[in-house]
Every structure is written in C-alpha cells, then in structure tokens.
C-alpha cells in the first residue's frame, strides 16, 4: 500500500486547509492512520489518529496543541484520510506526513510501518 499526502498550501492565520491521504495498491481498511507534522528545525510530532472502523465506529486521538481546531477522518469506500485544519496558527506551518500502523503506540511514529511523503502547510501571520 502507498499513501499520497496533497492539500497543503500558504493560508492566513486564522484560516482553513484540509489534507487528503489517498491510498493506492491496497485497501487502508484495516489500518489505524495517523499524521505527524515536521516544523523547521524540529522533530517529527504527533498531530492526530483514527483507528480502523469497529462495530462501535471509530476512536480518534488528538495532540494537545490542535485539540478543537483539527479533525481526523476516514472514508473507507474512498480510500482516504483526511485532516481538517481550522483556525490555523504560525505555529501550524509544517509539512505533514500520513501514516498507516497495524498495531503499538498511536502517537509514536516509530509504530507506523506506512508514510506518505510531505504536504507543505504555511500559515502566515
């Protein structure tokens, strides 16, 4: 399975982007997905995760920093992730990796066995 990252793009604070995580070459439906964003300078840091559809639908984790402004999604018949950002910050501007982990610790990136490449978020201030 390969996973492309698109939607990024430069957008004024306060304002809105969502990024889409298409998978090709198999089906994501039985893996939990996950961003991670990479400032300047900066380690790779855990954005968000959705796990894979149960009886009772889905769970999704949050960084404390974007908690109320982003949301994760999943659409299984598409193949896609996405990640809904609002009331972008400066502090957002990263590029954003998606990733697919059958198993471990959500919020590390060392569970995930699939990365997409980057999407460039610029938020000017």
């Known amino acids: 399975v390969q996973l492309q990252a698109s939607g990024g793009g430069l957008v004024q604070a306060g304002g809105s982007l969502r990024l889409s995580c298409a998978a090709s070459?198999?089906?994501?439906?039985?893996?939990?997905l996950g961003w991670f964003r990479q400032a300047p300078g900066k380690e790779s840091t855990f954005v968000a995760f959705?796990?894979?559809?149960?009886?009772?639908?889905?769970?999704?984790e949050y960084a404390d920093s974007v908690k109320g402004r982003f949301t994760i999604s999943r659409d299984n018949a598409k193949n896609t992730m996405y990640l809904q950002m609002n009331s972008l910050e400066p502090e957002d501007t990263a590029i954003y990796h998606c990733?697919?982990?059958?198993?471990?610790?959500?919020?590390?990136?060392?569970?995930?066995?699939?990365w997409g490449q980057g999407t460039q978020v610029t938020v000017s201030s």
């Open positions: 959705v796990s894979t559809l149960g009886w009772s639908g889905v769970w999704t």
């Open positions: 990733a697919a982990l059958q198993g471990g610790d959500s919020h590390s990136r060392h569970s995930y066995n699939l």
């Open positions: 070459g198999g089906t994501i439906r039985n893996y939990g």
